[in-house]
């Protein structure tokens, strides 16, 4: 794996976000390679926040920048000079801050309970993410971007790379609702990509608090009856990851 690390007023080139974009991994195969990049420059950049790329990058940025145009976002043009580095920052900066105000906005904020029903889950469903928790480096693209984001809490982190464009897919507000039911559980939203989410926390679960995971998502996905969710209890209780689909066609990802 190689890694590239980005000054924040460096050129802005194809393989970058934007001004944010402090990394990128090439030749990634697995999150043992990933995480202790993410611990390295959580370090650095702290108190700043981060959050990386996952599964296809390409499809992921185009996504975001559609998702990032939502009237609730309060998306802006400052009219800034593009040749300024230093007003192409700020810019960068004051889109994720409007991003994470919105995420914090009562009015706009979805509640966990309102997330019952969005998925008719079925068996396939729950086979995908186990299949996608008992090798998450199926969700991983061999290229990973990882973006600074200047917000106080790790759940506002998700405002670095806003995703869940398509209407039949969970936006951002649905996605930060899981971000922070997770947080109850103790992980961490660590990335973002086009269909998927992913979050670690410091150890595994035990077994007693991965079924109570997989009781939420049984509530997230629906089919709370289906024999399999024990299953995936199981495969949670040995990691420290969980891998979740926010897209519609998560399922057919994996397939891909």
Not at 76 to 97: I, L, Q, T
Not at 145 to 161: F, K, M, S, T
Not at 163 to 175: L, T
Request: glycine fraction near 6%; hydrophobic fraction near 45%.
């Amino acid at each position: 794996m190689r890694v590239s690390y980005f000054d924040t007023f460096d050129p802005v080139p194809r393989e970058r976000l934007n001004t944010n974009t402090v990394a990128r991994l090439d030749g990634v195969v697995s999150f043992s390679e990933l995480l202790p990049v993410l611990e390295e420059l959580r370090a650095r950049y702290a108190p700043a926040r981060l959050v990386c790329t996952l599964d296809d990058v390409n499809q992921c940025a185009y996504t975001s920048m559609h998702a990032s145009f939502d009237d609730r976002l309060d998306y802006r043009d400052d009219g800034y000079d593009e040749k300024d580095s230093a007003a192409v920052h700020h810019a960068d900066n004051s889109g994720a801050v409007r991003i994470a105000a919105a995420l914090e906005d009562p009015g706009l904020r979805v509640e966990w309970a309102a997330l019952d029903g969005t998925r008719a889950g079925t068996e396939a469903t729950i086979a995908a993410l186990i299949e996608a928790n008992r090798h998450p480096e199926r969700v991983l693209d061999d290229v990973v971007l990882i973006q600074r984001v200047p917000v106080p809490r790790d759940d506002l982190a998700i405002a670095g790379i806003p995703n869940g464009y398509f209407e039949s897919d969970w936006d951002i507000f649905r996605n930060h609702a899981v971000v922070r039911r997770l947080a109850v559980h103790g992980y961490r939203h660590i990335g973002i990509g086009a269909a998927f989410l992913g979050f670690d926390r410091p150890t595994a679960p035990t077994m007693d608090e991965a079924h109570a995971v997989a009781a939420d998502l049984a509530h997230l996905y629906g089919a709370a009856a289906a024999p399999e969710w024990p299953e995936l209890a199981a495969v949670l209780a040995t990691q420290r990851l969980l891998i979740l689909g926010y897209a519609e066609d998560f399922t057919d990802t994996l397939d891909r």
